[in-house]
């Protein structure tokens, strides 16, 4: 398979690593000083070493990185691993990599540009979602036909450009944006478990997008806000009711548009606080001076809301904090 990475950073970087452990030869579009690495040594991933050893382990990785897609022709599947902020950008360049029959997997943190599509949403299906696809390009430049569904599960940081420290979880959840068992997405996940990536197929992405944007959406901003680490945010009883009651306001909303969640939200904040403390990519963005994914994890949560009919002024506060604060710092 010809496979390009669109955004080789943590997570395009861990995915990339997979692939190629399971035989295939991995393209890159970068730039900066993350071209510059790839082209010249490749991407790393530096992993604690096993279990009852010291150390850890580092596994080079060859990557054939370019600047410009044109140089790259049309792909059989196409990564699309970056912030949500710069994805009007890829849109804009991603065309000479996509053939009639490319795979665009996305693995995105947030609400996708594709949530509504494959007849789900209720109410809502098929409509666009101005708050992650403004004018719509997005949607033309990647056809909901050619999309795979993508959640992460599982934390990456950038030691520098090309090497990936990979901390825990080795997750991948795929799936279609209609919900059908499709053969190319039962290829793409025997593909991935086979490059060592706990890959499984869901019969409902949007389900496993929304779980996982539940617990996203609240800490990830309110940890850009305050600095603080997950431990800390639901460690404190006031803070850890303000998240709840937002949970409950995107709770409703789920339950209109077809994703309905059974847990309670101090049985996500269980889980949560299972991983420890750390520092949640939003605040770590922040402090690289990286623009904020917003509009993916909050705002698409408030205009899900309003096309219910569902007030959200837990989520509108939240959402008003997070980006005055995020302007403020030329972020947003």
């Known amino acids: 398979m010809k496979i390009c990475i669109y955004g080789a950073g943590a997570i395009g970087g861990w995915i990339a690593a997979g692939l190629a452990q399971a035989g295939a030869r991995v393209n890159a579009v970068a730039r900066g000083a993350t071209l510059a690495a790839l082209q010249q040594d490749g991407l790393a991933i530096v992993r604690k070493a096993p279990t009852g050893e010291s150390g850890e382990t580092r596994t080079h990785v060859p990557v054939h990185a370019v600047d410009d897609p044109g140089a790259l022709g049309p792909q059989d599947l196409v990564v699309v691993a970056v912030k949500a902020p710069a994805l009007a950008a890829v849109a804009e360049r991603i065309g000479p990599l996509l053939g009639p029959d490319t795979l665009v997997l996305t693995a995105m943190n947030g609400v996708p540009w594709w949530?509504?599509?494959g007849g789900f949403g209720g109410p809502l299906a098929g409509r666009r979602l101005t708050a992650v696809d403004p004018d719509g390009r997005i949607a033309a430049a990647i056809p909901a036909r050619h999309v795979i569904g993508g959640v992460v599960h599982a934390s990456c940081s950038l030691d520098g450009p090309g090497v990936v420290r990979h901390h825990f979880g080795n997750g991948l959840i795929l799936g279609e944006?209609?919900?059908e068992e499709t053969p190319r997405v039962q290829k793409l996940a025997a593909m991935l478990v086979q490059g060592g990536i706990q890959a499984t197929v869901s019969p409902q992405i949007q389900k496993d997008?929304?779980?996982k944007l539940w617990g996203n959406m609240t800490v990830n901003p309110i940890s850009a806000l305050t600095g603080a680490t997950t431990d800390r945010i639901l460690g404190d009883d006031l803070v850890r009711g303000f998240i709840s009651t937002v949970m409950l306001e995107a709770k409703a909303i789920g339950e209109r548009i077809g994703v309905p969640i059974a847990d309670s939200p101090e049985d996500r904040h269980a889980v949560t606080m299972k991983l420890?403390?750390?520092?949640?990519s939003m605040l770590q963005d922040v402090e690289a001076g990286r623009p904020v994914e917003l509009d993916a994890l909050v705002g698409a949560v408030?205009?899900?809301?309003?096309?219910v009919g569902l007030p959200t002024p837990?989520?509108?506060a939240l959402?008003?904090?997070?980006?005055?604060?995020?302007r403020g710092l030329g972020l947003y």
Not at 302 to 307: A, D, F, H, I, Y
């Open 115 to 117: 949530f509504l599509e």
């Open 177 to 179: 944006p209609s919900g």
């Open 209 to 211: 997008v929304w779980y």
């Open 276 to 280: 420890g403390a750390f520092k949640t």
């Open 302 to 307: 408030r205009e899900l809301g309003q096309g």
């Open 314 to 316: 837990f989520t509108d």
């Open 319 to 326: 959402l008003g904090l997070a980006r005055l604060q995020a």
